[in-house]
């Protein structure tokens, strides 16, 4: 029997929604696994067979870690570096200043290249090598540096490792949203008077501004998640998020899953709200002028 | 006239110089800065590799500006190391394999999504949540599911009937594969969102003729958008492989590159070396071959990047 053009079409459909169900749950699993384990008490962490949906959810896990409340919970954990406030701060502070800086600086190099090649589109490719070499081969010498220079632990220091680590991402993404804008639009401006600055200023970057803010978001999510440099060019004051959380073990009982759970939700929340914002231009972004319309 | 003639080229090449100069002074104003921070903080630090490179020095032998010149011998014990290259090995693994399961996976989503069909949007959300995920929670979420009493193992305890107890984390056969499967699962959304967009934006008009002269589906397939596509499944895969390369929270937040040495791979050697083992020397001439390593592979990459988007530019011109 021939399949007419009909059933065709039933068959492929069904093969669509069904591959895309199996990738859902793969995809949805861990995610409600995490979110799940944050509302479990301590007993269910580790039982056997698994507790896949607790009976006696908890708000002891978030209590514990946001608010410091140790009196909710039966066992004491050790308690002696979870600052997370101060770590939701250090990260705060340093991501929200070095990606502000990278996307900047990058944004305004970005438009010298699109308008006047003040890179050449070799020196636009050496530009990745910033990214692209592990920055594990650099980070020894540079603690050390950094411990000479007084670096060592401070905000100031992790900012400007992150602002040379994001800018080959943007100077690359916001490149080519400014490739779009038409010349004519700037040229209008400076016969009117404007400087080049100003033109600059009030004509090529607003009419950027979604690609901006998609590139800020994007380097955003680099930094806030960030975890090799943040470890090793910290002590004790700038720990960040990531780091905070990989030292967020009892003294003696190991994994304590249900507060790692809840801090790895708080944690992540603010990107997928991100993500999920500026999702229409990660695309562009990412596609580094490979993709034409 | 012709005196008229010389005054306007006179204008116009001291506009032109103006506007040369008015260009130079804008690239040197949006360079300085990034080549100033450049040579304030990664310069200095390059230099200190090569010297601890070529002067022995770990933190128990006093000052380390009064370390002894030994010329090439560390890197002769660092090149002669069977660790180092099997580190490499491993690095290499690691990479090939997350990135064609990125591949693999995003371009066969991305093949049954990019014609718009109902749900499109819900399922193009959930999709690109993992690589929102931060890699350290990705980590742990996958310890928290693989671990020997976790829902993986009951899950396939529950189908099969009896108990399953694979140990994902402790067994050294499958530790790296463990690993590499949550890089899998946290950078498919990359390769996924690339090419989408880069199948989204094929011209059509190639497909329709091949169509109309009789080709079917998987001609179509192969032998049009497959070849429109090289670029940007190069560039998927070559970022994806450069970034796996130095993959760091997940390996170290959960094996420490145990058990044995089973996941230890470039980054994690040479912490191990330089942090646990104090051997600073040993772990800059580490460093420095396996910088030189990299960049020769960023090279490579840089070249067929390049020749894609020379081959675009005059395609579009």
Redesign the interface.
């Known amino acids: 029997m021939r399949l007419n053009k009909r059933n065709k079409k039933y068959i492929f459909e069904g093969f669509r929604y069904s591959t895309l169900t199996i990738w859902l749950v793969i995809v949805g699993f861990p995610l409600f696994w995490i979110v799940g384990t944050s509302f479990k008490p301590d007993a269910e962490w580790f039982a056997w067979p698994p507790v896949y949906w607790s009976e006696t959810p908890t708000l002891s896990n978030y209590a514990n870690v946001w608010m410091g409340k140790e009196e909710l919970t039966v066992t004491q954990y050790a308690q002696s570096m979870q600052k997370p406030w101060k770590a939701l701060g250090n990260s705060t502070l340093v991501a929200l200043v070095s990606t502000s800086l990278s996307v900047f600086f990058g944004a305004i190099l970005a438009y010298g290249v699109s308008r006047y090649q003040v890179l050449t589109e070799a020196r636009m490719f050496q530009l990745l090598m910033l990214r692209m070499v592990p920055p594990i081969v650099i980070v020894a010498p540079l603690s050390l540096h950094y411990s000479t220079l007084g670096l060592l632990d401070t905000h100031l220091g992790l900012i400007l490792v992150y602002f040379l680590t994001t800018l080959p991402y943007a100077v690359w993404m916001t490149k080519s949203f400014i490739d779009e804008i038409p010349m004519e639009i700037e040229q209008a401006a400076e016969i009117l008077g404007a400087s080049k600055w100003r033109t600059i200023w009030e004509v090529v970057l607003p009419l950027a501004r979604s690609g901006l803010v998609a590139t800020f978001l994007f380097i955003l999510i680099l930094t806030w998640s960030e975890y090799l440099l943040a470890l090793l060019l910290s002590k004790t004051e700038v720990v960040t998020l990531p780091v905070e959380l990989s030292k967020y073990e009892g003294s003696t009982e190991g994994r304590v899953y249900g507060r790692q759970a809840a801090l790895a939700v708080g944690i992540t929340i603010p990107l997928i709200i991100i993500g999920i914002f500026i999702r229409k231009h990660l695309a562009r972004g990412f596609s580094f002028g490979m993709v034409r319309r | 006239m012709g005196s008229n003639n010389l005054a306007g080229t006179s204008v116009n090449s001291t506009r032109e110089m103006t506007r040369a100069r ?2 130079k002074r ?2 040197w ?3 300085s ?2 080549v100033v ?2 040579l ?3 310069m ?3 230099i ?2 090569l010297y ?1 490179s070529f002067f022995g020095w770990t933190v128990y032998l006093g000052s ?1 500006w009064d370390a002894e010149f030994v010329g090439f011998e560390i890197f002769e014990e660092v090149l002669t190391d069977e660790r180092l290259g099997w580190a490499v090995i491993r690095s290499l693994y690691f990479s090939f394999g997350s990135t064609v399961g990125c591949f693999l ?1 995003g371009f ?2 991305a093949l ?2 990019y014609r718009p ?1 109902k ?1 499109n949007a819900f ?16 980590a ?6 693989l671990y020997q ?3 993986i193992n ?1 899950i396939l ?2 189908l099969l009937g009896h108990d399953i107890k694979v140990s994902w984390l402790a067994d050294a056969d499958i530790a790296l594969t463990t690993v590499m499967i949550m890089e899998i ?1 946290n950078w498919t959304p ?1 390769s996924f ?2 090419m ?3 199948l989204a ?1 094929l011209p059509k008009e190639p497909q329709e003729a091949a169509q109309i002269l009789g080709a079917g589906k998987f001609r179509v397939f192969f032998e049009i958008q497959l070849p429109l596509l090289r ?2 499944i190069l ?1 998927a895969l070559i ?1 994806r492989f ?1 970034e796996a ?2 993959e ?2 997940k390996i ?2 959960l094996f420490q590159g145990g058990p044995g040495s089973v996941t230890e791979t ?2 994690v050697l ?2 191990l070396t ?2 646990n083992y104090f051997e ?1 020397s040993k ?2 001439a580490q ?2 071959v ?2 030189i390593l ?2 020769l592979i ?1 090279l490579g ?2 070249w067929v ?2 020749r ?2 020379t081959n ?1 530019d005059q395609m ?1 011109k």
């Open positions: 008015a260009i804008f690239k104003i949006t360079i800065p990034i921070i450049f304030v903080v990664l200095p630090a390059l200190l590799q601890f380390w996976v066969g989503l049954l999504m069909f749900g399922y193009y959300i959930m999709f690109i949540i993992p690589m929102l995920t931060v890699p350290i929670v990705v742990y979420t996958g310890e928290m599911l009493n976790g829902p009951g305890s529950s699962w990359f969102i690339i989408i967009a880069g934006s670029p940007v560039l970022l450069l390369m130095a760091y929270p170290w937040s470039i980054p040479i912490y330089t942090w600073i772990g800059a460093s420095y396996v910088m990299m960049i960023v990459a840089i990047l390049r894609e988007k675009l579009y």
